[in-house]
């Protein structure tokens, strides 16, 4: 793996690799402040027309004073992006936020096993999730009405690492055959995971999409009688229980694969 015998701050200046990084908090002092108000002044002013901006953490310019150098821009409402380790990303505390009728998005690091950092390390080339971890992870977002932000760092010389290629093109070929599972799906609320069901369950209009757990199995409670159940991946139709307005499904082992296996469930009589 590429090794540098320096790192970058927040500046973008070299500083010696032993050094801690100390990112720009609300403490900063004015002088701080001020570069830091800079830099959103040279974004907003230099690249031309910017749609939306969303703060990670902290904002150092109000929506009004964003409005005067971008009239036409959004401002994202609530800081919602989530940071490790303080339960913000919990199923049950995004549900609240969807809920309340806000956007959210689940801000992660592509990683199995903690570190301190969001930059590039030669850790990153070992400690990473796999394609199945990364879809499952979407799909649970999206089940509960947000969405994923993966970070993955290039190395030091803008490369990406090689298992994240493997990755790509693994996702773009579920994406041929399950892409309906999580784009253009509803997002406001209600929503039935966690509420119907504790799989990761999205849907748009009747058609709901239900993620096996790890026996494989789909249940769904206050549900009406489906239509058709099938194997998303394949079009292949699924044998399934219904009574008393709960439906059960298993997937056979023969059918499962190594990625989230998606279950369309067609809701409503012919």
């Known amino acids: 793996p590429l090794r540098t015998d320096f790192r970058l701050n927040y500046k973008h200046e070299k500083i010696e690799p032993s050094a801690k990084l ?17 830099q959103v002044r040279e974004l907003m002013t230099r690249y031309g027309p910017i749609d939306m901006m969303w703060w ?4 150092i ?9 971008q009239p036409d821009v ?7 992006a989530t940071p490790e380790g303080m339960h913000h990303g919990e199923s049950e505390n995004v549900k609240v936020t969807n809920e309340a009728g806000w956007w959210w998005e689940l801000c992660i690091k592509s990683e199995n096993r903690f570190t301190p950092n969001w930059h590039y390390g030669v850790e990153c080339e070992g400690n990473h999730w796999d394609t199945n971890k990364l879809l499952s992870e979407l799909v649970r977002c ?31 070929g579920w994406m041929a055959h399950s892409r309906e599972a999580v784009v253009d799906v509803d997002l406001d609320a209600p929503l039935p995971t966690l509420d119907k069901t504790e799989n990761y ?18 249940f769904i409670s206050d549900i009406a009688k ?32 190594t990625l989230p296996d998606m279950v369309r469930i067609i809701i409503g009589e012919l």
Do not use: H
């Open 22 to 38: 100390t990112s720009l908090m609300a403490t900063s002092s004015p002088a701080e402040r001020e570069e830091s108000t800079g």
């Open 226 to 257: 489906p239509r058709s159940v099938t194997l998303l991946r394949t079009g292949e139709t699924l044998d399934y229980q219904f009574r008393d307005g709960s439906l059960r499904i298993v997937v056979p082992e023969a059918m499962r694969s």
């Open 201 to 218: 369950t999205t849907k748009r209009g009747s058609t709901w999409y239900s993620l096996p757990n790890g026996k494989d199995v789909v």
């Open 74 to 80: 959004f401002v994202a409402r609530g800081l919602i």
């Open 142 to 172: 999206r089940s509960l009405g947000g969405n994923l932000l993966v970070n993955i760092p290039p190395r030091g010389n803008g490369e990406m690492m090689e298992w994240f290629y493997d990755v790509c093109d693994e996702m773009a």
């Open 61 to 69: 310019m109000t929506p009004q004073e964003l409005a005067k150098l």
């Open 56 to 59: 990670d953490g902290n904002s």
